[in-house]
């Protein structure tokens, strides 16, 4: 199959979150099993040309692009994601992706992304590569499969391209104000018609895309089903629920690759399931990192996060109190709302010999924690897939987390375990969002982590959980078939 996969981030060339990690390993991994895809994001400021070896495609120079009834010049630059064969364009138009960051509030946001949909479809075009597959992520893609199907079903080229258009969050939809629609050209009818891409009285890119694509997916199963929900879909479950039988979750992978102890080149020591002993070295690294002291009996808990309300912090702000009274250290790693920075911030300075806090985003950090750390915090009120707790379970640190999403799917609690007699637990979770549920699960994995032979246990049923790429491309795979031969 020849498969296009679009998306606005894409590690190493851009990251905000999980679909980066995503969109930079899932296509290899469908490369592996002998099929054709490319990979399309925005050129933005932080894209060195230089140090990815991308090159120009001169051939191609500009195509005038339509956004707001004005033709705009696009330019074009291959290269491929690292240590592979996976094509991935780049689309240049600095007047729009030369910002400070990825994402902005600026008033052009929806032009930009229009700008980098037709690109996308135009760059197909010209590169006379007949797509099978268009594969969208998120909100900056939402509109493609009804541009392909309405303004360019003029195209062939389109004539037997299915899409599946992916959701990684829903809490991101690219809403905008009804004359959106005139930018990109969209009909009319289309917001007319209840329901499909109009929502609150706005152009809802997401809700488009999720209309008008042949196959939806979300990132794990159990956020699959609590997104058919009000509680979770901000207010997408009715179109959800209207497209159900053709929305699935599959559950991320991990790139072990990057992610795995024995090979990782961001931490000091490396170690193995067979040989825990460097986990304890890189403990002591971490703890003079934060100018904390080490005491080999007393658990560190790390966190690596955005700070954003998502992630579970006011439920974790309003138990810091109590925890700051029960016997262990925390790290914390994170960037994002400034009242969360603030308050962890102060809370840092008051218990300053046994909380150490790094405001921003640092990715050998985030490898030395996961490295070690005993256990790692993650409290979400909801979590599509999560990816640090899967991290969490390779490096042997046990994770905190409460029973949603892709946590849910990932985070086996030792003691709901145990009592079904089993003993393959490999972390600790609560349903309830509230502090005292959070508490509760902190001071249990704490009690659990002074009974060595338990608490090895517990490390050594996460390390051996496998959530590499492989499954997950497989069920895509499947769905791509699906999808064409609707
Ligand atoms: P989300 O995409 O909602 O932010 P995920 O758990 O799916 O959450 O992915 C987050 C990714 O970003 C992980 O790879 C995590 O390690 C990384 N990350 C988040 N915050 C930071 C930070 N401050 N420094 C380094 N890495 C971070």
């Not at 997916?217 to 089903?225: G, I, K, L, P």
Request: charge should be neutral.
């Amino acid at each position: 199959m020849k498969i296009a996969f679009v998306a606005s981030e894409v590690v190493p060339f851009a990251k905000t979150g999980g679909l980066a990690d995503v969109a930079g390993s899932l296509p290899k991994e469908i490369k592996e099993f002998g099929h054709d895809i490319k990979v399309f994001m925005p050129k933005y400021f932080s894209v060195d040309e230089k140090r990815f070896g991308l090159e120009y495609i001169s051939w191609i120079g500009s195509i005038p692009i339509r956004v707001s009834g004005r033709s705009l010049d696009v330019h074009f630059h291959k290269g491929y994601l690292p240590n592979s064969r996976v094509e991935i364009y780049f689309i240049d138009y600095p007047r729009f992706f030369h910002r400070h960051t990825i994402y902005t509030n600026d008033i052009d946001e929806d032009e930009r992304f229009i700008l980098f949909s037709k690109a996308v479809i135009e760059l197909i075009q010209k590169l006379k590569w007949k797509p099978d597959i268009v594969h969208l992520n998120d909100w900056q893609t939402g509109l493609i499969p009804l541009l392909i199907k309405d303004n360019y079903s003029w195209d062939k080229i389109f004539n037997k391209t299915a899409t599946v258009f992916t959701i990684h969050n829903i809490g991101y939809q690219g809403s905008f104000p009804k004359e959106t629609l005139y930018k990109a050209e969209i009909n009319p009818r289309f917001f007319e018609s209840p329901g499909q891409v109009e929502h609150e009285g706005k152009l809802n890119f997401l809700k488009a895309g999720i209309s008008f694509t042949d196959i939806i997916t979300t990132v794990s199963e159990t956020y699959a089903r609590e997104l058919l929900l009000p509680e979770y879909s901000f207010g997408m479950h009715h179109v959800l629920n209207y497209r159900s039988e053709d929305f699935y979750g599959i559950l991320n992978g991990i790139d072990y690759n990057i992610w795995n102890p024995e090979t990782d080149k961001h931490i000091p020591h490396n170690y193995s399931i067979k040989d825990l002993s460097g986990k304890l070295e890189n403990k002591k690294e971490l703890l003079k990192h934060f100018g904390l002291a080490f005491n080999g009996n007393i658990p560190v808990i790390a966190v690596i996060s955005r700070l954003a309300v998502q992630k579970g912090f006011d439920i974790l702000l309003s138990s810091m109190e109590y925890l700051m009274s029960l016997n262990f250290q925390l790290v914390l790693l994170g960037s994002g709302e400034y009242e969360y920075e603030s308050a962890f911030n102060a809370l840092a300075n008051k218990y300053s010999h046994k909380f150490g806090i790094y405001v921003g985003y640092n990715n050998d950090l985030s490898h030395l924690i996961e490295a070690g750390a005993d256990m790692f915090l993650m409290p979400s009120h909801y979590e599509p897939c999560g990816l640090n707790q899967i991290y969490s379970l390779k490096y042997g640190t046990v994770p905190i987390v409460r029973k949603t999403g892709g946590l849910a799917d990932t985070v086996k609690d030792w003691d709901e375990m145990s009592a079904l007699g089993k003993d393959t637990g490999n972390g600790y979770s609560f349903t309830d969002y509230n502090g005292y549920a959070l508490t509760n699960a902190v001071e249990r994995s704490i009690r659990d982590f002074h009974n060595k032979p338990v608490w090895k246990k517990i490390q050594t049923n996460g390390m051996n959980e496998d959530f590499s790429w492989k499954r997950s491309a497989e069920k895509y795979i499947n769905l791509y078939k699906k999808a064409s031969r609707k």
